[in-house]
Protein backbone atom coordinates (compact mmCIF):
# COMPACT_ATOMS: atom_id res chain seq x y z
CA UNK A 1 0.00 0.00 0.00
CA UNK A 2 1.59 3.55 -0.44
CA UNK A 3 1.50 5.58 2.22
CA UNK A 4 1.79 9.26 2.29
CA UNK A 5 2.75 10.60 5.71
CA UNK A 6 2.37 13.88 6.80
CA UNK A 7 4.58 15.25 10.40
CA UNK A 8 1.36 16.94 12.00
CA UNK A 9 -2.28 16.59 11.96
CA UNK A 10 -2.09 19.45 13.67
CA UNK A 11 -0.44 22.39 14.20
CA UNK A 12 -1.21 26.15 16.08
CA UNK A 13 1.77 29.12 14.88
CA UNK A 14 1.65 32.55 15.48
CA UNK A 15 1.74 35.31 12.88
CA UNK A 16 5.40 35.98 11.50
CA UNK A 17 7.02 32.70 13.05
CA UNK A 18 8.57 30.49 10.14
CA UNK A 19 6.80 26.86 9.93
CA UNK A 20 7.87 23.86 8.35
CA UNK A 21 5.26 20.84 6.94
CA UNK A 22 6.89 17.89 5.88
CA UNK A 23 5.61 14.85 3.78
CA UNK A 24 7.41 11.72 3.47
CA UNK A 25 6.06 9.32 0.40
CA UNK A 26 7.22 5.74 0.56
CA UNK A 27 6.75 4.31 -2.89
CA UNK A 28 9.38 5.95 -4.69
CA UNK A 29 7.35 8.13 -6.83
CA UNK A 30 8.67 11.34 -8.69
CA UNK A 31 6.46 13.74 -8.47
CA UNK A 32 4.80 15.20 -5.18
CA UNK A 33 2.50 17.95 -4.58
CA UNK A 34 1.36 20.32 -2.35
CA UNK A 35 -2.12 21.75 -1.63
CA UNK A 36 -4.57 23.48 0.54
CA UNK A 37 -7.39 22.83 1.27
CA UNK A 38 -10.19 25.80 2.26
CA UNK A 39 -14.16 25.35 2.44
CA UNK A 40 -16.23 26.34 -0.84
CA UNK A 41 -12.73 26.60 -2.81
CA UNK A 42 -11.70 22.77 -2.94
CA UNK A 43 -8.03 21.56 -3.28
CA UNK A 44 -5.68 24.26 -4.74
CA UNK A 45 -2.05 23.23 -5.48
CA UNK A 46 0.51 25.41 -4.22
CA UNK A 47 4.13 23.82 -5.37
CA UNK A 48 5.08 20.49 -6.99
CA UNK A 49 7.90 18.89 -7.31
CA UNK A 50 8.82 16.50 -10.29
CA UNK A 51 12.66 15.40 -9.18
CA UNK A 52 15.23 16.21 -6.30
CA UNK A 53 15.72 19.98 -5.75
CA UNK A 54 13.30 20.61 -8.84
CA UNK A 55 9.62 22.46 -8.18
CA UNK A 56 7.17 24.23 -9.98
CA UNK A 57 4.61 26.87 -8.76
CA UNK A 58 1.60 25.91 -8.37
CA UNK A 59 -2.12 28.10 -8.92
CA UNK A 60 -1.21 30.13 -5.16
CA UNK A 61 2.50 29.62 -4.26
CA UNK A 62 2.69 33.42 -2.56
CA UNK A 63 3.66 33.37 0.71
CA UNK A 64 5.17 29.66 0.57
CA UNK A 65 8.44 28.52 -0.35
CA UNK A 66 9.68 24.22 -1.09
CA UNK A 67 12.35 22.22 -0.17
CA UNK A 68 12.94 18.56 -1.63
CA UNK A 69 16.54 17.44 -0.95
CA UNK A 70 15.53 13.68 -1.30
CA UNK A 71 12.86 11.69 -3.58
CA UNK A 72 10.64 10.64 -0.53
CA UNK A 73 10.13 13.85 1.17
CA UNK A 74 8.97 17.51 0.29
CA UNK A 75 8.66 20.08 2.48
CA UNK A 76 6.28 22.94 2.52
CA UNK A 77 7.84 26.34 4.44
CA UNK A 78 5.84 29.27 5.25
CA UNK A 79 8.48 31.94 6.05
CA UNK A 80 6.48 34.50 7.60
CA UNK A 81 2.70 32.64 8.55
CA UNK A 82 0.15 35.34 8.53
CA UNK A 83 -3.54 34.53 9.60
CA UNK A 84 -4.80 34.06 6.13
CA UNK A 85 -2.51 30.86 5.94
CA UNK A 86 -5.27 29.25 8.44
CA UNK A 87 -5.69 26.09 6.45
CA UNK A 88 -5.63 22.38 5.51
CA UNK A 89 -2.64 21.22 3.91
CA UNK A 90 -2.37 18.06 1.88
CA UNK A 91 0.30 16.60 0.36
CA UNK A 92 0.11 13.79 -2.46
CA UNK A 93 2.36 11.75 -4.84
CA UNK A 94 2.32 10.35 -8.25
CA UNK A 95 4.50 8.55 -10.43
CA UNK A 96 5.45 10.69 -13.40
CA UNK A 97 5.14 8.48 -16.04
CA UNK A 98 2.12 5.97 -16.45
CA UNK A 99 -0.58 6.15 -14.35
CA UNK A 100 -2.19 9.83 -13.17
CA UNK A 101 -3.28 8.87 -9.58
CA UNK A 102 -2.09 10.90 -6.63
CA UNK A 103 -1.95 9.38 -3.40
CA UNK A 104 -2.65 11.73 -0.82
CA UNK A 105 -1.65 12.36 3.08
CA UNK A 106 -3.99 12.86 6.05
CA UNK A 107 -3.36 16.59 5.74
CA UNK A 108 -2.13 18.94 8.55
CA UNK A 109 -4.69 22.01 9.72
CA UNK A 110 -2.46 24.61 10.30
CA UNK A 111 -3.95 27.89 12.74
CA UNK A 112 -1.96 30.45 12.66
CA UNK A 113 -3.17 33.48 15.36
CA UNK B 1 -5.74 28.62 -17.70
CA UNK B 2 -7.99 25.30 -16.69
CA UNK B 3 -11.29 26.04 -14.73
CA UNK B 4 -13.77 23.01 -12.65
CA UNK B 5 -17.09 23.88 -11.91
CA UNK B 6 -18.94 21.22 -9.79
CA UNK B 7 -22.05 21.31 -8.73
CA UNK B 8 -24.02 20.59 -5.79
CA UNK B 9 -22.04 21.89 -3.52
CA UNK B 10 -24.09 19.61 -1.16
CA UNK B 11 -26.42 16.51 -1.53
CA UNK B 12 -28.86 14.34 0.45
CA UNK B 13 -30.07 11.16 -0.52
CA UNK B 14 -32.15 8.51 0.91
CA UNK B 15 -30.31 5.38 1.17
CA UNK B 16 -30.61 3.58 -1.91
CA UNK B 17 -31.30 6.41 -4.04
CA UNK B 18 -29.03 7.62 -6.55
CA UNK B 19 -26.57 10.29 -6.27
CA UNK B 20 -25.08 12.26 -9.21
CA UNK B 21 -22.59 14.86 -9.25
CA UNK B 22 -21.50 17.21 -12.04
CA UNK B 23 -18.68 19.14 -13.08
CA UNK B 24 -17.72 21.27 -15.91
CA UNK B 25 -14.17 21.77 -17.37
CA UNK B 26 -12.92 24.62 -19.23
CA UNK B 27 -9.62 23.86 -21.01
CA UNK B 28 -10.47 21.37 -24.03
CA UNK B 29 -6.40 19.75 -23.85
CA UNK B 30 -7.76 18.19 -20.26
CA UNK B 31 -7.60 14.72 -20.54
CA UNK B 32 -8.19 12.45 -17.60
CA UNK B 33 -10.63 12.97 -15.27
CA UNK B 34 -10.12 11.41 -11.62
CA UNK B 35 -12.92 11.76 -8.75
CA UNK B 36 -11.60 11.37 -5.24
CA UNK B 37 -13.56 10.80 -2.06
CA UNK B 38 -12.45 11.99 1.06
CA UNK B 39 -14.00 10.96 4.84
CA UNK B 40 -13.78 12.70 7.67
CA UNK B 41 -10.36 13.46 8.81
CA UNK B 42 -8.92 11.73 5.48
CA UNK B 43 -6.91 12.19 2.91
CA UNK B 44 -9.14 12.27 -0.28
CA UNK B 45 -8.89 8.76 -2.30
CA UNK B 46 -9.19 7.86 -5.47
CA UNK B 47 -12.25 6.35 -6.20
CA UNK B 48 -12.74 6.45 -10.21
CA UNK B 49 -11.23 8.02 -13.26
CA UNK B 50 -12.12 8.18 -17.07
CA UNK B 51 -9.73 9.06 -19.48
CA UNK B 52 -10.47 12.09 -22.60
CA UNK B 53 -11.21 8.89 -25.56
CA UNK B 54 -13.49 6.87 -23.22
CA UNK B 55 -17.39 8.21 -22.39
CA UNK B 56 -18.27 5.93 -19.52
CA UNK B 57 -16.80 4.30 -16.87
CA UNK B 58 -18.41 1.63 -14.65
CA UNK B 59 -17.29 -0.03 -10.89
CA UNK B 60 -20.00 -1.84 -9.22
CA UNK B 61 -22.43 0.93 -7.73
CA UNK B 62 -20.28 3.80 -9.46
CA UNK B 63 -20.02 5.43 -12.48
CA UNK B 64 -18.52 8.66 -14.70
CA UNK B 65 -19.55 9.68 -18.24
CA UNK B 66 -17.54 12.16 -20.27
CA UNK B 67 -18.69 14.85 -22.74
CA UNK B 68 -15.68 16.26 -24.51
CA UNK B 69 -17.88 18.37 -26.63
CA UNK B 70 -19.77 19.96 -23.87
CA UNK B 71 -16.75 19.43 -21.43
CA UNK B 72 -18.72 17.62 -18.90
CA UNK B 73 -18.30 14.67 -16.95
CA UNK B 74 -20.53 12.96 -13.74
CA UNK B 75 -19.98 10.88 -11.06
CA UNK B 76 -22.91 8.23 -10.42
CA UNK B 77 -23.41 6.39 -7.56
CA UNK B 78 -26.25 3.85 -7.49
CA UNK B 79 -27.79 2.18 -4.22
CA UNK B 80 -26.11 4.45 -2.17
CA UNK B 81 -24.99 3.35 1.43
CA UNK B 82 -24.55 5.14 4.81
CA UNK B 83 -20.34 4.65 4.04
CA UNK B 84 -20.66 6.89 0.60
CA UNK B 85 -21.51 9.53 3.04
CA UNK B 86 -18.19 11.61 1.94
CA UNK B 87 -16.89 14.96 0.31
CA UNK B 88 -16.37 13.84 -3.37
CA UNK B 89 -13.94 15.75 -5.53
CA UNK B 90 -13.48 16.13 -9.32
CA UNK B 91 -10.66 17.31 -11.24
CA UNK B 92 -9.39 17.77 -14.39
CA UNK B 93 -5.68 16.88 -15.80
CA UNK B 94 -3.29 18.63 -17.82
CA UNK B 95 -0.14 17.45 -18.77
CA UNK B 96 2.36 20.20 -17.67
CA UNK B 97 5.88 20.54 -16.81
CA UNK B 98 6.15 17.03 -17.28
CA UNK B 99 3.85 15.63 -15.29
CA UNK B 100 0.14 15.55 -14.67
CA UNK B 101 -1.57 18.52 -13.20
CA UNK B 102 -5.11 19.05 -11.46
CA UNK B 103 -7.12 21.14 -11.11
CA UNK B 104 -9.74 20.16 -8.45
CA UNK B 105 -13.71 21.52 -8.61
CA UNK B 106 -14.61 22.90 -4.97
CA UNK B 107 -16.25 19.18 -3.78
CA UNK B 108 -19.79 17.89 -2.82
CA UNK B 109 -20.42 17.00 0.23
CA UNK B 110 -23.01 13.98 0.17
CA UNK B 111 -25.19 12.72 2.92
CA UNK B 112 -26.60 9.28 2.88
CA UNK B 113 -29.68 9.45 5.05
CA UNK B 114 -30.48 6.02 6.99
Known amino acids: DVKVTQSSRYLVKRTGEKVFLECVQDMDHENMFWYRQDPGLGLRLIYFSYDVKMKEKGDIPEGYSVSREKKERFSLILESASTNQTSMYLC????????????FGPGTRLTVL | GENVEQHPSTLSVQEGDSAVIKCTYS??????FPWYKQELGKGPQLIIDIRSNVGEKKDQRIAVTLNKTAKHFSLHITETQPEDSAVYFCAASLYTSGTYKYIFGTGTRLKVLA
Open chain 1, 92 to 103: ASSYLQGRNEQF
Open chain 2, 27 to 32: DSASNY
